[in-house]
């Protein structure tokens, strides 16, 4: 394995963790600014279904605590939830793998637990019950986008992945 | 023939992790993000200072991030600008049409005011100096809604300075490292703004809920507010300067919100006004330059000119 397919899942989530807390100068529509954080996960769950190896617990806290400095929120915060996301995607990794609809179907259950932490957390953190629809809300849009990025990352995915169990058939 | 395989580094012996079974690094982990977590609750000061920290370190990377962004950022005002022309065009027609007849009777209240200013000798305002900053990040997690600017404690920028754009008023500094600052935008959950709302004066709080518009609070009950009424500072308090714009008035079931006029998701370059607090005067530090020393500057090159946001 190479440096460069080794550093691939933390490049990739760091661009895309630098880019969503770039000003774009785009109108979103209200409510969608808080999905901005959950598309480093979406990259972060392929990552750890896919190469676990690749995306180990520490990297995926360091990458939380990068985005609560870009997103100017309370330090820990998407460290925690990120991390718990890890945990998900580690438990459902199995069922992830059968086919693109399990994956998306896992990534999903894993999303709506992250959802409950995430309102628990915040709510915790403010001492008054968080308004739960813009979670809901970025729940839903992130749902939406995993498939696009499922998509854009399968071709990296497969960078750097040696042919196991070569068999040789007759007339192949 | 050969089959890929994913499991070609995930399985490898001790390597695959079972459902279930996770390392003591996880827990950890988990335990420090807690412990960051309750500090940052906490408001201690290594927390801030090390969020500061990280933040200065990144500044560079984030400046010349921004910079690249900059001719996308123009294409996607002119895709929207593309869409919108012809709506924009017969706006902007009604717009100029209504401000021709504004234009000469604002120059008819302007001759009246310093006729009656000299009249009753009233003290002047002094003027307001300015930077102006470029916006590094944005923020987008659902505690704060805040944006960074390239700009500090080296330029002069303290907490507590009110920021605007060329629409209207965006919020105040929160925090000033030596050369970044975090403004807090007012559509913040934690932001209070005492404001004034038409052309009757009336008197309320523009309360922040992390929404794009936030709510005016504290009216009295007889209260007169039509929609599309101005919303202003009243500089009750004395955090910001009477008369800095920030939106318009809504009504929704029952409640007014207000439209802010900056396009706080489209932040490019602000204005940070030294705005001290009339009172803070009283207890001036002596960490602060004296205000007369604090020239005109721009930080990011801009030509230095009157903010429009400024009454």
Not at chain 2, 96 to 109: G, Y
Not at chain 2, 147 to 159: P, W
Not at chain 2, 160 to 184: C, Q
Not at chain 2, 234 to 261: D, F, K, Q, W
Request: net charge positive; aromatic share 8%; charged share 20%.
């Amino acid at each position: 394995m190479t440096i460069a397919v080794a550093i691939l899942p933390a490049l990739t989530v760091l661009a895309v963790t630098f880019a969503s807390a770039m000003p774009w100068g785009v109108q979103l529509p209200p409510g969608f600014r808080i999905l901005l954080p959950l598309v480093p996960y979406i990259f972060i769950h392929i990552w750890v279904v896919n190469r676990p190896r690749l995306m180990p617990e520490w990297l995926v806290f360091l990458i939380g605590l990068l985005v609560d400095v870009l997103s100017h929120g309370p330090l820990g915060y998407w460290a925690l939830i990120y991390l718990v996301g890890f945990v998900g995607a580690t438990l459902t990794r199995d069922a992830a793998r059968r086919s693109a609809l399990s994956a998306a179907a896992a990534f999903a259950a894993t999303l709506c637990v992250l959802g409950i932490v995430q309102w628990t957390v915040m709510s915790g953190y403010l001492l008054q019950r968080a308004d739960w629809r813009p979670i809901a809300l970025a729940t839903a849009a992130a749902i939406g986008l995993y498939p696009l990025v499922a998509l854009v990352l399968a071709p990296l995915l497969r960078i750097g992945l040696r042919p196991e169990n070569p068999t040789l058939t007759r007339g192949g | 023939m050969s089959r890929l395989n994913d499991d070609t580094y995930s399985c490898r012996g001790a390597v695959r992790r079972a459902p279930g079974r996770f390392s003591a690094l996880l827990f950890v982990l988990l335990f420090a993000a807690v412990a960051l977590l309750a500090l940052s609750r906490l408001q201690h000061a290594y927390v801030t200072d090390l969020r500061l920290r990280l933040t200065e370190a990144m500044l560079p990377a984030l400046h010349a991030a921004s910079v690249t962004l900059q001719p996308f950022r123009r294409l996607g005002r002119q895709a929207t600008a593309y869409f919108d022309q012809f709506a924009e065009l017969d706006r902007l027609r009604a717009e100029n049409q209504r401000l021709k007849s504004w234009e000469w009777r604002a120059q008819e209240l302007e001759r009246r005011m310093s006729a009656l200013a000299q009249l009753a000798r009233v003290v002047e305002e002094p003027a307001l100096h300015f930077i102006t900053a470029r916006v590094v990040t944005d923020a987008s997690g659902p505690f704060v809604r805040s944006a960074m600017l390239r700009g500090g404690r080296d330029q002069g920028v303290r907490s507590g300075y009110p920021v605007i754009s060329a629409d209207g008023l965006v919020g105040r500094i929160v925090e000033s490292g030596a050369r970044a600052s975090r403004v807090l935008l007012f559509t913040d959950l934690n932001s209070r703004i005492p404001v004034l709302v038409g052309p009757a004066q009336v008197r309320a709080i523009i309360v922040g809920d992390n929404g794009p518009y936030p709510r005016l609070a504290y009216l009295s009950p007889n209260s007169r507010i039509e929609p599309g009424d101005e919303v202003y500072t009243s500089g009750v308090g004395g955090l910001y300067p009477r008369g800095l714009r920030i939106g318009t008035a809504a009504e929704e079931a029952g409640s007014y919100r207000v439209v802010p006029h900056a396009r706080l998701d489209e932040l490019d370059f602000v204005s940070v006004l030294f705005f001290d607090t009339p009172t803070s005067e009283l207890v001036e530090d002596d960490r602060s330059p004296p205000r007369e020393q604090r020239g005109r500057r721009s930080v990011a090159g801009r030509p230095d000119e009157r903010p429009a946001g400024q009454p």
